[in-house]
Nanobody, 118 residues
Framework: QVQLVESGGGLVQPGGSLTLSCVVS????????MGWYRQSPGKQRELVAS???????YYNDSVKGRFTISRDNAKNTWYLQMLKLKPEDTAVYYC????????????WGQGTQVTVSS
């Protein structure tokens, strides 16, 4: 069974940076898209960035030029580097992968809280 654990969140001032990590344990197969999502109170979960197993990336317009998604194959870990953070980036961030047949890697984890505030 695949498990996903997010970490790296925290409190940061506007303009600051954070790098989130998503460790995936268990067996995964090729043909997927790994995504970072976020959810803030009263809002639906939204896709922030994603990367396919072949390395193609996607970014939500709200984070283009500021966030970068990447993967360390050896560690089975995905990262989300977040620069020039804004208060509107405040949310709980989650990761999950989805195979091309639509099935997710596993259950959603606890997420990691990112708070951007002065």
């Amino acid at each position: 069974q695949v498990q996903l654990v997010e970490s790296g969140g925290g409190l940061v001032q506007p303009g600051g940076s954070l790098t989130l990590s998503c460790v995936v344990s268990g067996s995964i197969f090729s043909g997927y898209t790994m995504g970072w999502y976020r959810q803030s109170p009263g809002k639906q979960r939204e896709l922030v960035a994603s990367i396919t197993s072949s390395g193609n990336t996607y970014y939500n317009d709200s984070v283009k030029g500021r966030f970068t998604i990447s993967r360390d194959n050896a560690k089975n870990t995905w990262y989300l580097q977040m620069l020039k953070l804004k208060p509107e980036d405040t949310a709980v961030y989650y990761c999950n992968g989805r195979y091309y047949n639509g099935i997710y890697f596993g259950d959603w984890g606890q997420g990691t809280q990112v708070t951007v505030s002065s």
